[in-house]
């Protein structure tokens, strides 16, 4: 009965309060008293997603490097990353055989669970990665990400049944753990704990729940899903969570303390690390946002924790920096464009290319309908509606993919399965 948590302090928090800036000296400093303090951790999430671009791109850092110093350094800890499917660690579909080289190498040096997800739920487009990780005899967790608001019956497309048909789906494949991936941290708690509740009796496997604080109350969507009887739940050390990273670790562990639900977690242990973030993450603040606190705004335009920070640097950059509430607007009249869609990386990048595309030029989505206005759509837009990120359950709306593309739409078909091998030798 007792739950499990992951740290997501040394990946996902960092990416979703400072643009994944975190250098590796500040995580190798304290990963030995993560081994010796909080050995009853279930993982520890330190790699994948952004951190593996934002290490080469900026950091002028190794990212295997970091990895391995990490495992040298907390030999007792499950090692978590986040996989993108065929997106590998990238914003592009890659050939089959580099993504089975990648899990591969990821296994050998050190990540023991790989958190597998679509950018639109689409589970043939995670079948390459399930089997690349189930091949490496590590642990596979397959991902369904979290959109709209299964509370709602207005928004009937992201339903019930549609996540339990995609947790069979998962199953089948011969995942080890179920995932909520919530990105935006739109799962309210009366949803969470009927989505695990459910889960749970449709499916044999465990669940673990993820989400993001940008609504202020995400902890009682943990603390639902705990109820509900999810095994497994995702939080950030107390300095490093809230806004748009993780709920408060700290906080979760002590409002279990001597409940069935326990975790075990010593709060002297607890205390003493989230100290040390504190002291680091000062060094950072350069790349924060300017919020200050949590929006209900979320539940309007869904925009993902790990990108809220990066796309109003974005809009920022452009000169839209007091514009940031059309911009925001505007996201979630473009997911709306879209046919309302999955917004994860790299779909959601796609999706916040066209908002800052559609502000800047002051287009409306009338005039993005328009078949007598002449528009240029941004290269992201293209690629996606032709297919290259693969396609949601009911396609992309008609109308605009024939706007964009200029034709009707392409055929359905894996993105993956007609890129040829990549000759690994050469490129070594």
Same mark, same amino acid.
């Not at 739950?3 to 990963?31: E, G, K, N, P, Y």
């Given at each position: 009965?007792?739950?499990?948590?992951?740290?997501?302090?040394?990946?996902?928090?960092?990416?979703?309060?400072?643009?994944?800036?975190?250098?590796?000296?500040?995580?190798?400093?304290?990963?030995?008293?993560?081994?010796?303090? +909080?050995?009853?951790?279930?993982? +520890?999430?330190?790699?994948?997603?952004?951190?593996?671009?934002?290490?080469?791109? =900026?950091?002028?850092?190794? &990212?295997?490097?970091?990895?391995?110093?990490?495992?040298?350094?907390?030999?007792?800890?499950?090692?978590?990353?986040?996989?993108?499917?065929?997106?590998?660690?990238? @914003?592009?579909?890659?050939?089959?055989?580099? *993504?089975?080289?990648? $899990?591969?190498?990821?296994?050998?040096?050190?990540?023991?669970?790989?958190?597998?997800?679509?950018?639109?739920?689409?589970?043939?487009? !995670?079948? *390459?990665?399930?089997?690349?990780? +189930?091949?490496?005899?590590? #642990?596979?967790?397959?991902?369904?990400?979290?959109?709209?608001? /299964? #509370?709602?019956?207005?928004?009937?497309? @992201?339903?019930?049944?549609? @996540?339990?048909?995609?947790?069979?789906?998962?199953?089948?494949?011969g995942v080890h753990i179920l995932s909520i991936k919530d990105m935006a941290g739109v799962c309210k708690p009366a949803a969470a704990h009927q989505l695990i509740s459910t889960l749970k009796q449709e499916t044999g496997l465990p669940i673990h729940f993820h989400t993001h604080d940008t609504s202020g109350i995400a902890a009682a969507s943990v603390l639902a899903a705990i109820d509900a009887g999810v095994d497994a739940v995702d939080a950030a050390m107390d300095s490093m969570s809230g806004l748009t990273s993780q709920p408060n670790l700290g906080a979760i562990a002590a409002?279990?303390?001597?409940?069935?639900?326990?975790?075990? #977690?010593?709060?002297?242990?607890?205390?003493?690390?989230?100290?040390?973030?504190?002291?680091?993450?000062?060094? @950072?603040?350069?790349?924060?946002?300017?919020?200050?606190?949590?929006?209900?705004?979320?539940?309007?335009?869904?925009?993902?924790?790990?990108?809220?920070?990066?796309?109003?640097?974005?809009?920022?950059? !452009?000169?839209?920096?007091?514009?940031? %509430?059309?911009?925001?607007?505007?996201?979630?009249? $473009?997911?709306?464009?879209?046919?309302?869609?999955?917004?994860?990386?790299?779909?959601?990048?796609?999706?916040?290319? !066209?908002?800052? =595309?559609?502000?800047?030029?002051?287009?409306? %989505?009338?005039?993005?309908?328009?078949?007598?206005?002449?528009?240029? =759509?941004?290269?992201?837009?293209?690629?996606?509606?032709?297919?290259?990120?693969? =396609? &949601?359950?009911?396609?992309?709306? %008609?109308? +605009?993919?024939?706007?964009? /593309?200029?034709?009707?739409? &392409?055929?359905?078909?894996? %993105?993956?399965?007609?890129?040829?091998?990549?000759?690994?030798?050469?490129?070594?």
């Amino acid at each position: 009965k007792q739950v499990l948590i992951t740290d997501t302090t040394l990946r996902d928090a960092h990416q979703s309060l400072f643009a994944t800036r975190m250098r590796s000296h500040d995580m190798w400093a304290i990963a030995p008293y993560y081994a010796r303090l +909080l050995p009853e951790l279930f993982s +520890l999430e330190c790699w994948g997603g952004a951190t593996f671009d934002v290490a080469l791109r =900026f950091l002028k850092e190794d &990212p295997w490097e970091r990895l391995a110093a990490l495992r040298e350094r907390v030999p007792n800890v499950l090692f978590q990353m986040l996989l993108r499917g065929s997106n590998a660690v990238g @914003y592009t579909n890659y050939p089959d055989n580099v *993504v089975q080289f990648f $899990v591969r190498q990821a296994a050998a040096n050190g990540i023991d669970l790989f958190r597998v997800f679509d950018s639109l739920n689409w589970v043939e487009n !995670m079948r *390459v990665a399930i089997d690349a990780v +189930l091949d490496s005899g590590k #642990l596979c967790e397959g991902a369904i990400c979290y959109t709209g608001d /299964l #509370l709602d019956p207005k928004r009937p497309k @992201y339903n019930l049944q549609y @996540y339990v048909n995609i947790a069979r789906e998962l199953e089948q494949a011969g995942v080890h753990i179920l995932s909520i991936k919530d990105m935006a941290g739109v799962c309210k708690p009366a949803a969470a704990h009927q989505l695990i509740s459910t889960l749970k009796q449709e499916t044999g496997l465990p669940i673990h729940f993820h989400t993001h604080d940008t609504s202020g109350i995400a902890a009682a969507s943990v603390l639902a899903a705990i109820d509900a009887g999810v095994d497994a739940v995702d939080a950030a050390m107390d300095s490093m969570s809230g806004l748009t990273s993780q709920p408060n670790l700290g906080a979760i562990a002590a409002a279990l303390r001597g409940s069935e639900r326990d975790p075990g #977690l010593d709060g002297d242990a607890l205390r003493s690390i989230a100290h040390y973030w504190e002291g680091v993450r000062r060094h @950072y603040a350069a790349f924060e946002s300017d919020i200050r606190a949590g929006t209900a705004d979320v539940y309007r335009h869904e925009m993902p924790g790990g990108q809220y920070t990066n796309l109003r640097e974005q809009a920022r950059a !452009m000169g839209l920096e007091h514009h940031w %509430p059309e911009v925001a607007e505007m996201y979630a009249q $473009v997911n709306q464009l879209f046919g309302d869609i999955v917004k994860v990386t790299p779909t959601s990048k796609v999706v916040g290319d !066209m908002a800052l =595309f559609m502000v800047t030029a002051g287009l409306t %989505p009338a005039d993005v309908l328009n078949p007598d206005k002449e528009i240029n =759509f941004p290269e992201s837009v293209v690629s996606l509606f032709k297919g290259q990120q693969g =396609f &949601p359950p009911d396609g992309f709306p %008609p109308e +605009l993919t024939r706007r964009i /593309l200029g034709t009707e739409p &392409p055929p359905r078909e894996r %993105p993956g399965a007609h890129l040829p091998a990549a000759d690994l030798a050469a490129e070594r």
